[in-house]
């Protein structure tokens, strides 16, 4: 095995810091409590090419990996951004550049990839329903065929960038769920472009991550084309399962970031300030221990989400990648949370101001923690299809 990075892995690291260093917690602060988009951050990460960074060449990107994506991903959290940086980037390379890759037409390819390459079209996702959570096979929206047309119809929650994409890719069900020979056949994946007068997008006020708005979305008889469909038809449970798993590997990402960066703040912080003679509290064990054993746990996080990925760049079959994305987001968010937690610990009172930072980077954290699985989900998947025991749901 080779832990070293590549010299391209070392140079798309080394931009990332430098980008995060340049659109600091400040700047995120401040577009935080204006509820405002970073517009100038996602044109900085889109001239450094990091919205093509899986793209093909062929379509304008650079033709990387999954693993150049979480390295990205990670340093921008870890450096400045917090969950700024990976969230933008999963809206769009995850939701949109991935998914087209992997299952769109040449037609989609075409038409989205070149233009998501440069930051020029944003993405999003319509998967969560008000009535079926995390279960995605309970879906709701219908899709039907008309002619040459499909009509959807259905809402969706949570739909994260709705607001502002110029594309979208929506879960849909085609065939009853009481008529599918198996119940994870009849759900299909669509691409439709926005706005679109028959597409209702509200923003749900929220806890957090207020630099992108997360929406209700009303299908309110949108016709769209037959080329809308991303093929084959009532197979696309399958082909989303390479999104999830790689939405799981992006917020693992996002939560090792946002946890260096909370730690590296909190030991800044510990090393000045002294309150009992002459010893600075980061001297103290009460705050050491716990700080040393959230970061050695998420190196062991890291670690394993690089295997995940390497995984899914070499081909490998999505039920273990599945098994190492997950085992990943519960060990990272965990661990993430503990840190952010004694993060606030050593600034104490301070912690509870905005102007430091932490109180917002533990808003973020809880995200992760509800966000894209539970962790509770993540471990009932664990139980049943790594450790082999019964299903509990």
Request: charged share 20%; aromatic share 10%; proline share 4%.
């Amino acid at each position: 095995m080779d832990f070293d990075l590549t010299e391209q892995q070392k140079m798309i690291a080394s931009l990332a810091k430098e980008i995060a260093q340049a659109f600091g917690p400040a700047y995120w602060r401040q577009k935080e409590e204006d509820g405002e988009f970073g517009d100038e951050f996602w044109k900085a990460v889109s001239e450094a090419g990091f919205t093509g960074i899986i793209i093909p060449e062929e379509y304008g990107g650079s033709g990387n990996g999954v693993t150049e994506l979480l390295i990205a991903m990670e340093e921008l959290a870890a450096n400045g951004c917090g969950m700024a940086g990976p969230w933008y980037l999963i809206l769009t390379e995850v939701f949109g550049a991935l998914s087209i890759i992997k299952h769109g037409t040449e037609e989609h390819k075409q038409k989205y990839l070149p233009r998501i390459a440069t930051g020029e079209c944003e993405f999003c996702m319509a998967l969560t329903e008000p009535d079926a959570g995390s279960n995605t096979l309970n879906t709701n929206t219908m899709a039907k065929k008309q002619g040459d047309e499909w009509l959807i119809e259905g809402s969706k929650v949570f739909i994260s960038g709705a607001d502002r994409a110029q594309g979208m890719l929506i879960v849909a069900r085609t065939m009853p769920k009481d008529k599918a020979a198996k119940k994870t056949l009849g759900l299909s994946l669509f691409l439709t472009d926005l706005p679109h007068e028959l597409v209702e997008v509200r923003p749900i006020p929220k806890h957090g991550i207020n630099y992108s708005h997360s929406c209700e979305v009303s299908f309110n008889g949108l016709m769209l084309p037959e080329t809308a469909l991303m093929p084959p038809q009532d197979t696309g449970w399958h082909h989303i399962l390479d999104t999830l798993n790689c939405e799981r590997m992006a917020f693992t990402a996002a939560a090792i970031g946002i946890a260096r960066l909370a730690i590296s703040k909190a030991a800044d912080y510990s090393r000045q300030r002294k309150v009992f003679g002459d010893a600075p509290i980061g001297s103290y064990q009460g705050l050491q221990f716990p700080v040393a054993e959230a970061y050695a746990a998420l190196e062991c996080a890291e670690l394993l989400n690089y295997k995940a990925a390497t995984l899914f760049d070499n081909g490998a079959d999505a039920r273990a990648i599945g098994h190492a994305a997950n085992m990943a987001k519960v060990v990272a968010v965990d661990s993430a949370i503990k840190a952010v937690y004694w993060a606030m610990q050593v600034f104490g009172g301070h912690a509870y101001a905005k102007e430091n930072d932490v109180e917002r980077w533990w808003r973020e954290i809880n995200l992760v923690r509800l966000a894209p699985v539970t962790q509770q989900m993540a471990l009932n998947y664990i139980g049943e299809h790594v450790v082999g025991m019964p299903r509990s749901y």
